[in-house]
């Protein structure tokens, strides 16, 4: 495979296989803790969380509904600094089992943010699904499900962009240091 890689890529950090095979797993796990409840309200945060939610969401055997936020957030690398929602969902979520799908906790500023905002709403229940958390310093935000723990670097691919680059990839790559330090 790294014989096709783009020239801004360094190295497939997770192949597709093995993104396919864990998201199955998840939505197993999910499936399973979700059995008993009416309904789970899953809410994707844009827009790199649409492809791990759309692979997700398909593999739940239970009824469920999406919905879908934004946040921007400023100071992208730091652990403080603002953060606001520009999209927020169509319904309230009062007494709903809420899954909150991330595609990556990085500082964990917009995943601790949403669970924050998200808490106060008085959902019945509030957990979240990260497909990769980093290995880094990070606001501590509980993360319940969780695909791959990955070092710090910048990756890309399967919804996680460079610049708004190579987000479609069907895996995680880390880009090379040359491309975002130019
Ligand atoms: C990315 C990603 C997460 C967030 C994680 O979004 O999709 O939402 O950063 O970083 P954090 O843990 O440091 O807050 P981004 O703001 O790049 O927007 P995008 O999803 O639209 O690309």
Redesign the pocket.
């Known amino acids: 495979m790294n014989d096709e890689l783009h020239s801004d890529l360094a190295r497939v950090l997770v192949p597709e296989e093995t993104i396919q095979a864990h998201v199955k797993v998840l939505a197993h796990q999910i499936s399973q803790d979700y059995a008993d409840v009416e309904r789970l309200y899953l809410i994707g945060?844009?827009?790199?969380?649409f492809i791990f939610l759309a692979d997700l969401v398909r593999q739940l055997t239970i009824p469920h509904s999406v919905d879908f936020m934004?946040?921007?957030?400023y100071g992208?690398?730091a652990?403080s600094g603002e953060?606001r929602i520009v999209l927020d969902l169509r319904e309230p979520i009062t007494n709903q089992h809420v899954l909150i799908v991330?595609?990556?906790?990085?500082?964990?500023?917009?995943?601790?943010?949403l669970y924050k905002t998200l808490s106060g709403r008085q959902p019945a229940s509030l957990k979240t699904c990260t497909l990769v958390q980093?290995r880094r310093e990070?606001?501590d935000v509980p993360v319940h499900y969780l695909g791959f723990s990955i070092p710090d670097v910048w990756v890309v691919g399967y919804?996680?962009?460079y610049a708004?680059q190579h987000?479609t990839l069907p895996y995680i790559a880390e880009l090379k240091e040359e491309v975002y330090k130019k």
């Open positions: 945060v844009l827009r790199g969380a934004s946040v921007s957030s992208k690398t652990v953060v991330e595609d990556i906790v990085d500082s964990g500023r917009t995943l601790s943010y980093k990070q606001i919804g996680l962009d708004d987000r």
